[in-house]
């Protein structure tokens, strides 16, 4: 059983809606969440990051992280043709090696 | 922003063959990490590097090798290339404390082996 899951998608959506993309995770041990925008041929660029359980808001972005349900979630506002990408999910446990675990990445559409 | 630069961000080489992937970040930052991506597939760590001289594997067996002997580079070179190594390459450094950090990604390299 991996220890990250993220739904691949594709998640096709109009231009305005409101995205919803999610990650479940196994291990009780991970402290830092993130969330991470890749687009086609090009290297992952951090969007989020979270420490522990709560919400955290940037621009049209929210990270909410739900460490009772081992369930993270990211949640794009006024949604552009521009967020047409690939969003993964990162997770790690902290201390000296920080070793981030992904999810395999959801592809988003946005539909103009 | 961040500054991490990968070359060639192309390749496509025939089966044997010697190759080295560069990648170089001009922020400072001690630690340092390659990947590989596959399509569909999560990012899965093969190297990392906590500083000058200090090498890992990774969570991924390779059988690529690297070397950190500048702070700004950390290359990775598979000595004989075989179509099992076609895939995406993803190097990233990171800066900060125990876990309060982030990693930041260069973008990429493409190997194609024949």
């Known amino acids: 059983q991996k220890e990250v899951e993220q739904d691949p998608g594709p998640l096709s959506v109009p231009e305005g809606a409101i995205v919803s993309l999610n990650c479940t995770y196994s291990?009780?041990?991970?402290?830092?969440f993130m969330w991470y925008r890749q687009y086609s041929r090009k290297g992952p660029e951090l969007l989020m990051y979270?420490?522990?359980?709560g919400n955290k808001e940037d621009g049209r972005f929210t990270a909410q992280v739900d460490k009772s349900s081992k369930y993270i979630s990211l949640f794009i506002r006024d949604s552009q043709p521009s967020d047409s990408a690939t969003y993964l999910c990162a997770m790690s446990r902290g201390g000296a090696t920080n070793k981030l675990i992904f999810g395999t990445g959801t592809l988003l559409a946005v539909q103009p | 922003e961040a500054d991490i630069y990968q070359t060639p961000r192309y390749l496509v080489i025939g089966t044997g063959k010697k190759i080295t992937l560069e990648c170089s970040q001009t922020m400072g930052h001690d630690k340092m990490y390659w990947y590989q991506q596959d399509p569909g597939m999560e990012l899965h760590l093969i190297h990392y590097?906590?500083?000058?001289?200090?090498?890992e594997k990774g969570d991924l067996s390779s059988e690529s090798t690297v070397s950190r002997i500048r702070t700004e580079h950390f290359p990775l070179t598979l000595e004989s290339a075989r179509p099992s190594h076609t895939s995406q390459y993803l190097c990233a450094s990171s800066f900060g404390d125990r876990g309060r950090e982030t990693q930041y990604f260069g973008p990429g390299t493409r190997l194609l082996v024949l």
């Open positions: 291990n009780s041990a991970f402290q830092y």
């Open positions: 979270t420490y522990s359980s």
């Open positions: 590097s906590y500083g000058v001289n200090s090498t």
